[in-house]
């Protein structure tokens, strides 16, 4: 039995500690917003927090992150969370949208560690997460939308 802190909820799983957290997060607890692509954490579309750093969530056992606070892309809240949601409308960012989940998580991460990234520090940021159909200008033109509206909303 494990315990894990998902979303701000307790939640006690009876799962082996070597499942990786994804296999939970849709299995076990419902949460279906994190997909799997992969399987191997070479896309990213896995992506969620864990103690607010971005983990693969497809290779990581559920084992290892007991007590620590995890977050999915059910979870992503706040100003810069919803300044990334109004900009992916805007800017018609996802095509598939697939890799949608950890493109946002990932550009969340990126906009709270540094509000104001230029297109070198959104193409660093993003390299982990692949999208398959090749709309990474449309991402790195989302984040310029969601970093200007996230800042504008501060003021």
């Not at 056992?61 to 100003?79: C, F, N, Q, R, S």
């Not at 990334?84 to 946002?104: H, K, L, S």
């Not at 660093?124 to 997460?129: C, E, L, P, T, V």
């Amino acid at each position: 039995m494990l315990t894990l802190r998902v979303n701000g909820k307790v939640h006690h799983v009876d799962v082996d500690p070597d499942t990786p957290l994804l296999w939970v997060l849709n299995e076990q607890l419902g949460l279906m917003g994190t997909k799997y692509s992969c399987g191997i954490g070479e896309c990213g579309a896995c992506t969620v927090y864990v103690d607010g750093e971005n983990t693969l969530s497809c290779i990581t056992p559920a084992g290892d992150v007991e007590g620590m606070e995890i977050t999915t892309i059910e979870g992503l809240k706040g100003p810069v969370a919803d300044a990334i949601r109004q900009a992916w409308i805007e800017e018609d960012v996802p095509q598939c949208g697939y890799c949608q989940p950890g493109q946002i998580m990932a550009a969340a991460a990126l906009l709270n560690s540094n509000p104001n990234p230029n297109d070198d520090d959104i193409d660093a940021a993003m390299s982990d997460i692949l999208c398959r159909c090749g709309t990474y200008q449309a991402i790195r033109r989302g984040i310029h939308c969601a970093a200007k509206r996230y800042n504008h909303e501060k003021k």
